[in-house]
């Protein structure tokens, strides 16, 4: 009888009915179908009944890019793979740069195939970040709330892709600006804390007035962390007093 079902269970394994005529490989942009077959370490004609589920999802989780997996199967010879990519957000240098995705989790440190057109936080330190027990500190949350706040489309920001975010525990947060915002030269916008909505309706006033002021080449600062004023540091052909206008 044991000879008889070991016979049964090696016909079955064998069978080319079970081989794996079709795979579906959902949820992948970054990574390639080939990436996460290898991951999970799946081979494409590979009897179905082989493919040890748990322990395919368990490899994909293993991967730095793969937030969340499931596999399944559907006989006789259908495999599905179902994966979550991370959506990097920013990367955070803190002497080592880490990819944060946008719950504001690392996932992983920086290497040469990621991408770097995202902006960099500098200025926290991993006692800042959400770790086990330990809740993330006020200001990386500002930080957060800033980046959240500049992917909305209505938000000036969202046309711009920003190079910098630094955070001084006692100043605020200044962000760097990769180009002019809108056709406007802007060096640095400090935008401290708390408010940041109102403070980007505020700065695309002041660049209006920029646009029609054409006596300035642009702005060097901003300062935008007092709501009751603005201070601005303007780029200019010719010497002007301090080189400050406050509006």
Same mark, same amino acid.
């Given at each position: 009888m044991s000879l008889f079902f070991i016979f049964c269970h090696d016909i079955i394994l064998q069978s080319p009915?079970?081989?794996v005529t079709s795979l579906n490989i959902t949820g992948n942009n970054r990574l390639s179908e080939q990436e996460i077959l290898d991951t999970a370490r799946i081979r494409p004609d590979t009897?179905?009944?082989?493919v040890n589920l748990p322990?395919?999802?368990?490899?994909?989780?293993?991967?730095?890019?793969?937030?969340?997996?499931?596999?399944?199967r559907e006989l006789p010879g259908k495999l599905l793979l179902?994966?979550?990519e991370h959506r990097p957000l920013a990367i955070m240098d803190m002497g080592r740069k880490f990819l944060i995705n946008l719950d504001g989790k690392i996932f992983k440190e920086v290497s040469g195939t990621d991408p770097v057109d995202l902006p960099v936080i500098e200025g926290l330190d991993f006692s800042d970040l959400d770790i086990g027990d330990?809740?993330?500190?006020?200001?990386?949350?500002? #930080?957060l709330s800033l980046l959240e706040i500049g992917r909305n489309p209505a938000c000036i920001l969202s046309r711009q892709p920003i190079r910098l975010i630094h955070v001084d525990?006692?100043? %605020? #947060?200044?962000?760097?600006?990769?180009?002019?915002?809108?056709? #406007?030269r802007i060096n640095a916008i400090?935008? %401290?804390?708390?408010d940041y909505s109102e403070k980007f309706v505020r700065l695309e006033?002041?660049?209006?007035?920029?646009?029609?002021?054409?006596?300035f080449q642009g702005i060097d600062w901003v300062d935008l962390r007092q709501m009751n004023r603005v201070v601005i540091n303007p780029l200019i052909s010719e010497p002007h007093s301090d080189g400050h206008k406050e509006i």
């Open positions: 009915y079970f081989k009897n179905v009944l082989l322990l395919a999802r368990k490899y994909l989780l293993s991967h730095p890019w793969i937030a969340a997996a499931e596999v399944s179902s994966i979550k330990i809740r993330r500190s006020a200001n990386f949350d500002a #930080v525990r006692e100043e %605020g #947060v200044t962000l760097y600006s990769a180009g002019p915002i809108q056709s #406007v400090k935008i %401290g804390y708390q006033k002041i660049i209006a007035y920029i646009k029609a002021n054409k006596q």
